[in-house]
């Protein structure tokens, strides 16, 4: 049975959704909040094997809460429920280690299978919105130009790569792999190089397109 952690500020969402994990037999919220600011403390409190994060809440936000996940250490796995005039936000949020994402008109199947992946230590990234997302990116940016020729990346660049997907900084992949940071801060820029992109969240969108990463 999978815990998790309900995130909106609507309450008859969360009621819905509570409703529905709890008719799956595999998937239990143990705590709610209506916003980002208990998050925290409800993960320290309550140990959830997932946080389920809407991303437009007042207060405080998806993307100030993960934020404030990353800054205090917690790396419970957050997936994100969005919907398709959310770019800018989802694009912040994988930024900051989002695990995954769906949108709020989901399957309670395919909801089940994506908390059940994050639990195992998976991601799981929509490909209806990483498709637009990338749409979205590369019509607003002069800085996303796929390669005409991808050069590969080793098994150590990729290795890196997922660490970046999670949301690990610099400091935490070198911890993670025994490197120095200086060694991980230029592996980082020539997978951003072999990739043709200029930022971490491009370099992990990509990856996801070409199936370097899940």
């Known amino acids: 049975m999978h815990k998790v952690l309900l995130v909106d500020d609507q309450k008859l969402i969360r009621d819905g959704i509570n409703s529905l994990l709890g008719l799956s037999g595999q998937v239990t919220v143990i705590g709610e909040c ?21 991303l437009s809440m007042p207060v405080m936000n998806g993307v100030q809460t993960l934020a404030a996940l990353q800054q205090a250490g917690v790396k419970v796995p957050v997936l994100i429920l969005t919907t398709f005039d959310e770019h800018e936000l989802v694009l912040k949020s994988i930024a900051l280690g989002a695990r995954g994402f ?7 199947e395919t909801l089940v299978e994506a908390i059940a992946m994050l639990a195992s ?42 660490l970046m997907a999670a949301g690990y ?9 025994y490197k120095s940071e200086g060694t991980v801060k230029n592996q980082c820029s020539a997978i951003l190089s072999k990739l043709g992109v200029r930022d971490r969240t491009r370099a992990v969108l990509l990856a996801l397109e070409l199936g370097l990463i899940s």
């Open 34 to 54: 209506a916003d980002g600011s208990g998050v925290v403390a409800a993960c320290q409190q309550l140990n959830p094997d997932v946080i389920l994060l809407d």
């Open 102 to 108: 769906l949108l709020k008109d989901v399957s309670l």
């Open 121 to 162: 230590g998976g991601s799981w990234f929509a490909p209806n919105i990483t498709e637009r997302l990338l749409a979205s990116v590369r019509s607003n940016s002069t800085g996303f130009t796929m390669p005409v020729q991808l050069e590969p990346l080793s098994d150590k660049e990729l290795e890196i790569l997922q």
């Open 169 to 177: 900084s610099n400091k935490e992949i070198a911890t993670a792999l």
